[in-house]
Nanobody, 128 residues
Framework: QVQLMESGGGSVQAGGSLRLSCLAA?????KAWFRQVAGKEREMVAT????????YTADSVKGRFFISHDNAKRTLYLQMNNLQPEDTAMYFC????????????????????????WGQGAQVTVSS
């Protein structure tokens, strides 16, 4: 059963914008966006704790990327502005709801969460 499904990826020129969406089969307490370039480590981009909308965004994208969640639609969003070639990657949404994840969700300690539910990914390509 598919739990998470991303959409909204694509190709843009530098300076452009895209919005990724991630539809969930049900509400999860902690959600996050990650990205990965082939051959490199996965990077956490942004995270949100659904109960209180607490968010944390990685320094590499802060001020350009914005995470949000629509509870009624069970959909996680990532608004990406002023995209740069170094933002080119496969973007994944992830969800977790363990006690450990809920404690660190939306903070810079999100790396302690072990996300077990993942979407299939959405490719974002930014050309210069």
């Amino acid at each position: 059963q598919v739990q998470l499904m991303e959409s909204g990826g694509g190709s843009v020129q530098a300076g452009g914008s895209l919005r990724l969406s991630c539809l969930a089969a049900r509400l999860f307490g902690c959600k996050a966006w990650f990205r990965q370039v082939a051959g490199k480590e996965r990077e956490m981009v942004a995270t949100v704790r659904i109960a209180d909308n607490r968010t944390y965004t990685a320094d590499s994208v802060k001020g350009r990327f914005f995470i949000s969640h629509d509870n009624a639609k069970r959909t996680l969003y990532l608004q990406m502005n002023n995209l740069q070639p170094e933002d080119t990657a496969m973007y994944f949404c992830a969800a977790d709801e363990t006690f450990a994840a809920m404690t660190v969700c939306g903070t810079d300690r999100i790396g302690q969460a072990k996300f077990e539910k993942w979407g299939q990914g959405a490719q974002v390509t930014v050309s210069s």
